[in-house]
Nanobody, 116 residues
Framework: VQLQASGGGLVQAGGSLKLSCAAS????????WRWYRQAPGKQRELVAG???????NYVDSVKGRFTISTDNAKNTVYLQMNSLTSEDTAVYYC???????????WGQGTLVTVSS
């Protein structure tokens, strides 16, 4: 399985970006999609997750601003990010896994920089 993330860039505070992550190869029948991020000097944190038939979940700091969604026909997960702040500056990674205890596969990361 290979994941290709895209959509990062430089945006002003208050702006929006939409990240995409397309999976190719042998995709699991039931996927757990997640977006993580890692800011400079900080540990990687789980930002949002979604799986078929369940409600998406978000870290508190992005609730109401970020939306995770999937297009199963395209094996793609998205992260719509609105009202961005400098605290959202990080490298964003997508992840796909068949269950919660599998490390799954990772995308290469896409950099989001929010200027204040």
């Amino acid at each position: 399985v290979q994941l290709q993330a895209s959509g990062g860039g430089l945006v002003q505070a208050g702006g929006s970006l939409k990240l995409s992550c397309a999976a190719s190869g042998r995709i699991f029948n039931r996927n757990i999609w997640r977006w993580y991020r890692q800011a400079p000097g900080k540990q990687r944190e789980l930002v949002a997750g979604i799986t078929s038939g369940a409600s998406p979940n978000y870290v508190d700091s992005v609730k109401g601003r970020f939306t995770i969604s999937t297009d199963n026909a395209k094996n793609t997960v998205y992260l719509q990010m609105n009202s961005l702040t400098s605290e959202d500056t990080a490298v964003y990674y997508c992840n796909i896994r068949p269950n919660n205890w599998s490390p799954g596969y990772w995308g290469q990361g896409t950099l989001v920089t929010v200027s204040s």
